[in-house]
């Protein structure tokens, strides 16, 4: 009987030392730490260097609940020299996951005319340096060679799909520069984008516009609308109220005659217009 409750105090003692180690564990979480990564980015048709490429480098990571958490590794506001090349420093990243696992890493790029590409690091996570090539394709390229390897999709629906993924993108670059929280980063980038992040997001919003073309279809209304009324608030963050007024009217405009009854921020560019022509006014 004695042999009996010892074993039963020792079990007791053993398993409460396991509990607290586990607790402990996800208190402290786990850490990580990225190696630097040095790369170039190139055109994928030319084979030039390309500069003012926007880098973004993140790990995903799962955690024995099962919840995902993506984390931004690369510093704000990185992009790519004259030469192409940029620099990721090596980051130490701690987070509360018990028995996390990572799920990918890597760095990509993109550009203000829809080029991009990136590379997965996953492998080369405990390395303590790597370096990358990053061969930029035009955005279309990409997604025609992703969904044509799918065979139950139309040529028109894979139009229609990258109008959607571009259309996708910009509302997160808009978030970036109104709140400074892109989908990877925490904590927010404070103040949001900087002046060359926000030319970069004005022209990727143009040229989303000139893409589409002649408004045809509901989908293309409803993109067509959104973008259209970002781009104006973007022209107003960037203090050119003249450029932005205009746009505004124009957002104005469509709206009346492709919505009726009106949409809910149809009021909202009103307020608009009448603040910028007060301080165009001044």
Known sequence: MKINTMKTKILNRTLMVFMLGVALLVVTGCKLSTPEIRGIVLDEETGEPVSDAWITSSVTVKGITGSTSVLSVAPPHLRTGEDGTFVVPSRGVSRSFSGAKVLSFGVSATTADWRGGGVELKDRLRKRGVEVIIYAKSSEKFYRDFYSKRDDITKQRVVELIELEQFSALQ???????????????????????????????????????????????????????????????????????????????????????????????????????????????
């Open 172 to 282: 997160s670059t808009y978030t970036y520069c109104q709140t400074g929280r892109l989908s990877v980063m925490r904590p927010s980038v404070e103040g949001g984008c900087d002046a060359w992040e926000l030319d970069y997001v004005i022209e990727k919003h143009e040229r989303f516009l000139e893409r589409l073309g002649e408004i045809k279809t509901t989908d293309q209304k409803t993109h067509y609308s959104g973008t259209i009324g970002r781009l104006a608030r973007l022209y107003k963050k960037k203090g050119d109220y003249k450029k932005a007024l205009m746009i505004f009217r124009k957002a104005k405009s469509f709206d009346e005659q492709h919505y009726q009854p009106p949409i809910p921020w149809h009021k909202n560019y009103e307020t608009q217009i009448k603040e910028l022509e007060g301080l165009l006014a001044q």
